[in-house]
């Protein structure tokens, strides 16, 4: 059984911006890119999540989150905090209602409803160490800023490679889409 994770990537200035809070090797090394996860998922059918993927990447929309704060999940986990937004949850909610159907929730079930912490990793599986130093220093100097969610992403947890990537349909009076 693998682990699969849908999630949603940003616009070029929002991704420059979040690659910039990054730290520790972990996600470089394993090419981790910026992202929100909508989902994970378990399947022994890579093909069957890619086709469930491919259905839902038409009725994701591109929004714009708007970054207020970091935190930290345990010790070894500092992330970018979204704030609240309703097409954000609405995009969330569609990827469940579609994944939980024909697939096992994976990690741990801290991607299902009730549970789902909106955020973007900036750094994994630190040292204790690490962690502090890092989180004291971007609370002190993070300032709040926006990008655009503009492209969905299939990936293969374990190990992280990203499966596909689409672009999140565009509207005609999309102001964000430019």
Same mark, same amino acid.
């Given at each position: 059984m693998?682990?699969? =994770?849908?999630?949603l990537?940003? +616009? =070029?200035?929002? &991704?420059?911006?979040l690659? +910039?809070?990054?730290?520790?090797s972990?996600?470089f ?7 929100l &996860?909508?989902g994970?998922?378990? =399947? +022994? !059918?890579?093909?069957?999540v890619?086709?469930?993927f491919?259905g839902?990447?038409?009725?994701l929309?591109?929004?714009?989150? &708007?970054?207020?704060?970091?935190g930290?999940?345990? !010790? =070894? %986990? ?10 954000m ?6 990827t %469940?209602?579609?994944? !939980? ?5 994976? +990690? /741990?079930? /801290? %991607? ?8 973007? *990793?900036?750094?994994?599986k630190? *040292?204790e160490e690490?962690?502090?130093g ?10 709040s800023f !926006?990008?655009v969610?503009?492209r969905?992403?299939? #990936?293969?947890?374990?190990?992280y490679?990203?499966?596909f ?6 509207k005609k009076d999309? #102001?964000?889409?430019?």
């Amino acid at each position: 059984m693998a682990l699969y =994770s849908i999630a949603l990537s940003f +616009d =070029s200035a929002g &991704t420059a911006k979040l690659l +910039d809070l990054m730290c520790g090797s972990y996600m470089f090394e394993n090419q981790i890119r910026p992202h929100l &996860t909508l989902g994970m998922f378990e =399947s +022994d !059918s890579e093909k069957e999540v890619l086709s469930y993927f491919l259905g839902l990447v038409d009725l994701l929309e591109p929004f714009t989150l &708007t970054f207020g704060n970091m935190g930290m999940f345990g !010790s =070894s %986990y500092i992330f970018a905090e979204p704030m609240a937004d309703p097409v954000m949850k609405e995009n969330f909610y569609k990827t %469940y209602s579609i994944f !939980s159907k024909h697939f096992t929730a994976g +990690d /741990n079930g /801290n %991607y299902l409803p009730g549970r789902w912490v909106p955020h973007v *990793s900036v750094g994994m599986k630190l *040292s204790e160490e690490e962690s502090q130093g890092y989180f004291e220093f971007a609370a002190e100097n993070f300032r709040s800023f !926006s990008c655009v969610a503009c492209r969905a992403v299939v #990936a293969r947890c374990d190990p992280y490679k990203e499966l596909f990537v689409k672009p999140l349909k565009q509207k005609k009076d999309c #102001a964000l889409c430019g």
